[in-house]
């Protein structure tokens, strides 16, 4: 077992290590199969040469034999040979064991292993992924902190997992917010720091309405992103929330951690509260038990940093923007918007479907855009699919909307699930939904909005 594992594993590791071979279950094949077989060879090899009826010749392998086989010129050159020989097959045996294990190790800790392995599983989290400003950074990096405890939590957590999957038994779609390996506000702030930020930033969107000219808007937000306070300066805008000095806790009575009934915050001597009331008595929703108290931290707004699940619209406005679905197609944003979100069974259905659809209502509707240049629509529809494909995942249940994000308002979600206007403080006054709390709004979907071009004037003078 051992010597036909050997070559086999040496010429695999190689090619691993080129890295020619992109498929995930090469790394899978010899790190967690070819790997471990190797091993228990080798312990077999040990046990079997111990307790193996030539037992006495092994016993005389000792140092002091060696020695004597050594120290007399000329004697017993054979056994010489086969002890140098020894010596030189069990270095690099043990060279090859720590390369496996130290590669091996590398290979579970990669996005690779993680997003495609449990391929039908992680694939709308893998996808994301892939198409988000997280992607070089792996899934552990997030999902894995480093601490100690965290190690073993996640083998724990990786083995019910396993178990989940080969018993098909896991969730579909996985339920938001995870209960395990939820990244923890220490592992964002490895590379971020919001208490550094600070002041005011300007976000813009584009966007396209859905009449013939697929007319291109703009919103235009001044983000008040703040910062949670540092050397002296005090907390404030967005990245207040955060700040060392007064953690703001709440309590939900969802899993979903949508409804928020009680906020309170301990600022300086100060202590807050805000609770939802109904009339003027606090409100709890009947039968609801007291619910979960959590501290905020970096997930309760960023939960979808990385896998990120647009609506229909932002997915199809981020293939027109650089013109993948080209612009000049009369409707194509509403004939797309038609497309990507009826019910489909599979990607495959849904592909084919998007494709027909299109291709009949151009024939019906605008037969020249066919036929002055086929295509042009055959590049919208082939954009219109991916725009489904990496937002869309029948298999495993995730349509539009499945995932919220909190980030935002969103259909009173988010933000607002305490800004809203009617979380009342021991003063009467409310957690704030003043429009200018968090942004100032200088264009919301205009065609060319005089801020944005006041600002490129000034930036070409
Ligand atoms: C930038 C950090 C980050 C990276 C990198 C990252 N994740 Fe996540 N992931 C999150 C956060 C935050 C959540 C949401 C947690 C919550 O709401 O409880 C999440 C949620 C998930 C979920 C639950 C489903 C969902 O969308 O809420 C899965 C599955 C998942 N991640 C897998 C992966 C895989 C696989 C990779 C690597 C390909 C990965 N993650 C990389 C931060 C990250
Ligand atoms: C290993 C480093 C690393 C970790 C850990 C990390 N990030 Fe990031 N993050 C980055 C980098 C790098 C960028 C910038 C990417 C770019 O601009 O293309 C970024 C970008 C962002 C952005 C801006 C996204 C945008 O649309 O421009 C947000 C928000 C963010 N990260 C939040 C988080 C949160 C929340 C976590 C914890 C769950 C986290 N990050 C963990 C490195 C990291
Ligand atoms: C109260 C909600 C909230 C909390 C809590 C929060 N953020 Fe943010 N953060 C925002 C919003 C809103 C923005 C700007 C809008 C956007 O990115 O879409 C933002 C922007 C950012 C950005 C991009 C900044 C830039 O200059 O573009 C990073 C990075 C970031 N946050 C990291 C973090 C980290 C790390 C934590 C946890 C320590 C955190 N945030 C906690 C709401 C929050
Ligand atoms: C869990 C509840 C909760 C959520 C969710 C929440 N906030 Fe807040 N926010 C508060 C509380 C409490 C205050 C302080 C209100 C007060 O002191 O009157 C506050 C204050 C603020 C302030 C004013 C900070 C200052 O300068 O004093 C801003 C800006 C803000 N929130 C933005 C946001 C944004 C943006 C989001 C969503 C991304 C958000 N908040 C989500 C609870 C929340
Ligand atoms: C508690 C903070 C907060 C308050 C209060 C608030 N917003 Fe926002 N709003 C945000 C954040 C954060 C975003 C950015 C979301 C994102 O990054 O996608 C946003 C985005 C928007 C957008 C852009 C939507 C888009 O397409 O992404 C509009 C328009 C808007 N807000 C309008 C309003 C109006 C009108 C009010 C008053 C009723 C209001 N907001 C109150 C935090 C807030």
Known sequence: MASVLFPVLVVCVLIDIKGTVHNP???FLIYLILGPLFLISLILLIIGATISRGKEDIGLFTFEYIEEQFARPGRYSRIRRHIILTFVISLITLFLVALVSYTGFHYTESASFCGQFCHQAMEPAYATHQNSPHSRISCVQCHIGKSSQWLTKSKFSGVRQL??????SYPRPIPQPITSLRPERGTCEECHRPEMF???????????????NNTHVQTALLMKIGSGGYLGRKAHGIHWHVSEDHPVFYRHTDAEQEKIVQVWLQDGDQEKHFTVTEGKQPFLPEGSPLGSV????????????????RSPDEALDEKLITNAIPRTI????????LAITAQYDSVEAAFQSISRSLKDWYQANYPDVIAHDPPLL???????QQA?????????????????????HRDGSGCFRCHDGLHYGQNGEAISNDCNLC??????NEKSPDVIALLRKANTR
């Open 25 to 27: 279950y090469f790394g």
């Open 163 to 168: 178990f989940a999957v080969l018993f098909d």
């Open 198 to 212: 600070h002041g005011d930033k300007l976000y813009v969107k584009d966007l396209f309405l859905p009449d013939e």
């Open 294 to 309: 959590r501290q905020m931290d970096c997930m309760d707004c960023h939960n979808r940093p990385t896998h990120v699940f």
């Open 330 to 337: 009369p409707f194509i944003k509403r004939q797309g918007l």
């Open 378 to 384: 055959d590049k919208a529809i082939a954009a219109i």
């Open 388 to 408: 489904y494909a990496q937002n869309v995942f029948p298999e495993m249940n995730v349509t539009w909307g499945t995932y919220s994000d909190f980030i935002g």
């Open 439 to 444: 942004h100032i709004i200088l264009a919301e």
